[in-house]
């Protein structure tokens, strides 16, 4: 059974710049949530789609969007980056009803 | 608005012996709570959970205690094993198997030898 997989594991971005991340569920969820998590915080909730729909989001501006695909895999984007999107971003896959499990996360630095 | 709250950012025990943290949250939709224990370069792994319906949950050496007159919930952790060490973050869902969680800033456990 293949967990959660995140790539790319670091990536360094210039303010102003977009960012795409990705994310491969575990094998049967279909269900996929987003977190950010900065310097000394817990993660945050940004969004979670279940079937390809949004299904939730939480107090993240919209040039935060995601995509989950018909395999369940999923993308978040960020446009016009800024010094505060500095943090790790992890995804997490489940069934409908389940508890998360999460990725090891893509560590995102805006210089 | 912290509606998941660890206040002590830090706690270091001596192995084998009791470990407790604590989480306190404010929201009372909250009806599911979970354990996680992070290690650096890797993601939240689960270690127990909890629901309203129940004040305690017990797995091997983790056990959890719900007090929901307090809002208050602890995590115990006997004994206490250097592999112990890592961060830990309590969460809490509303509408139980909803997996929005919402996490607190967590506590850094170390375990001295």
């Known amino acids: ?111 | 608005d912290q509606q998941v709250k660890q206040n002590s950012p830090s706690l270091s025990v001596q192995e084998g012996r009791i470990s407790i943290l604590n989480c306190d949250y404010t929201n009372s939709m909250f009806d599911y709570f979970l354990w996680y224990k992070k290690y650096p370069a890797e993601g939240p792994t689960f270690l127990i959970s909890i629901s309203s319906i129940k004040d305690k949950n017990e797995d091997g050496r983790f056990t959890v205690f719900l007090n929901k007159s307090a809002k208050h919930l602890s995590l115990h952790i006997v004994p206490s094993q250097p592999g112990d060490s890592a961060v830990y973050f309590c969460a809490a869902s509303a509408n139980f198997g909803n997996e929005k969680l919402t996490f607190g800033t967590g506590t850094r456990l170390t375990i001295i030898p």
């Open chain 1, 1 to 111: 059974e293949t967990g959660v997989t995140q790539s790319p594991t670091h990536l360094i971005k210039t303010r102003g710049q977009q960012v795409t991340l990705r994310c491969s569920s575990q094998s049967g969820h279909n269900t996929v949530s987003w977190y950010q998590q900065a310097l000394g915080q817990g993660p945050q909730f940004i969004f979670q789609y279940y079937r390809e729909e949004e299904n939730g989001r939480g107090n993240f501006p919209p040039r935060f969007s995601g995509l989950q695909f018909p395999n369940y895999s999923s993308e978040l984007n960020v446009n016009a980056l800024e010094l505060d999107d500095s943090a790790l971003y992890l995804c997490a896959s489940s069934f409908r009803t389940g508890r998360p499990f999460f990725g090891p996360g893509t560590r995102l630095t805006v210089l």
